[in-house]
Every structure is written in C-alpha cells, then in structure tokens.
Antibody, heavy 120, light 110 residues
C-alpha cells in the first residue's frame, strides 16, 4: 500500500530556510493532492499548503509569502521549502495525501512526521 | 487560535457514550464536508470519519459523525480504553481558501 516518509534536517537556524521532502512509496503521485501539515508542540494541526500532481499549488494565506511546495513525479516525491524561519515554525511536519476515494478534502494517508526545531 | 472550535478535553468510563463538538462558520462547516481524525499518542493523525459519516475500512462502527448547520459532532458509542487519543475535525474554508482544523479534543478513558 501507499506509504509516505518525510525527510530533512531536524534543526534549522533562525532566518534560514527549512527544506523537507516526502517520498511516496507503493504508488505514484498521479491523480492526488499532496499536502504539508504541521503541529506545534502540544498544539493543534495547521495546513501549510498542497500541490496537485500537475503542479498546481495552494498555500495557507498566513504562510504564502514564505512557502514553496513542489512535486517531482519522476522521483515520486514532493517537497516543502519555508523561508525566514523563526522559533514559531518549530513543529512536527507531516506530509499527507488527499483527493482519494474518501473525498477531495480527506487526508487518507499520512507520513509519520518529522520534528523540526528552529534554534541557533 | 484554531478556526474550528472544539472542547479541549472529554472523558468517560468504558462503555459510555462520548460526544465531541466542532463549531465553525458558514464558510467552512456550513458549506463543506467535515472530516475527523484520531491521533494516538506519539503517532500521526489517522482518518476516522469522512464525508460526514463514512468510516474507512478498519474503523469500528462505534465511531460516528454528524453535521448540522455550522457545527459537527463525533460520537464514540461504547468507549474503549484504546480510544484514548486526540480527535480533530477539519474542513475546507471557502473564505480562507485553505483547510482549517479544530484545536483538538483529548479523550480520556477513566
């Protein structure tokens, strides 16, 4: 079955760029939306944005100026870049799939999550 | 501060019925599907209820969802110890043009 796995640095310095990748195994990126969602320590979930397999993107308005999401269909991988990070960006970052038979808005497959700490 | 409002906690004894509310507005719950997620401690969220009251295979039928106007509810009928987890509601928001989540409800089995 399809599985997602996040990868990237666990520590990023303030003002630098956070870069994460999500590898899709057991399936392809075609036909689905690919999402980034984060969860600050002890807090709730926040959508960062998503990309359709064709490359069309949508970003959280509050993060739009700092976010770039891209997809590499040949590598069955999609990526997140978040620039000018601060301590407020410290969170567990999840990648997730939507657009399946469960509905366009349902995140039916999630990665295990990766903790990113912003600190000097 | 989350766009969707959930109580921070709920509890019950084994076998009891627990209801978790999720309050929103006309731009999210009022006009779009509400999905529910279960997050066991230390793990990623898992899709629990989709398309108002459908369950992915493997989700017990003691979990059910409903929606009325700008509010939604998740009911756990016959609470079990393995249901101790965080529960989140989510919907698309037509004004924000993005997905929004509730702050989460931690369910404790007494």
């Amino acid at each position: 079955q399809v599985q997602l796995q996040e990868s990237g640095p666990g520590l990023v310095k303030p003002s630098e760029t956070l870069s994460l990748a999500c590898t899709v195994s057991g399936g392809s990126t075609s036909g689905y939306y690919w999402n980034w969602i984060r969860q600050s320590p002890g807090k709730g979930l926040e959508s960062i944005g998503f990309i359709y397999y064709t490359g069309s993107v949508n970003y959280n308005p509050s993060l739009r100026s700092r976010v770039t999401i891209s997809v590499d269909t040949s590598k069955t991988q999609f990526s997140l870049r978040l620039s000018s990070v601060t301590a407020a960006d410290t969170a567990v970052y999840y990648c997730a799939r939507s657009g399946s038979r469960y509905g366009s808005d349902a995140f039916d497959i999630w990665g295990q999550g990766t903790m990113v700490t912003v600190s000097s | 501060q989350s766009v969707l409002t959930q109580p921070p906690s709920a509890s019950g004894t084994p076998g009891q019925r627990v209801t978790i509310s999720c309050s929103g507005s006309s731009s999210n719950i009022g006009s779009n599907v509400v999905n529910w997620y279960q997050q066991l401690p230390g793990t990623a969220p898992k899709l629990l209820i989709y398309s108002r009251n459908q369950r992915p295979s493997g989700v017990p039928d003691r979990f059910s969802g409903s929606k009325s106007g700008t509010s939604a509810s998740l009911v756990i009928s016959g609470l079990q110890s393995e249901d101790e987890a965080g529960y989140y509601c989510s919907a698309w928001d037509d004004s924000l043009n993005d997905y929004v989540f509730g702050g989460g409800t931690k369910v404790t089995v007494l």
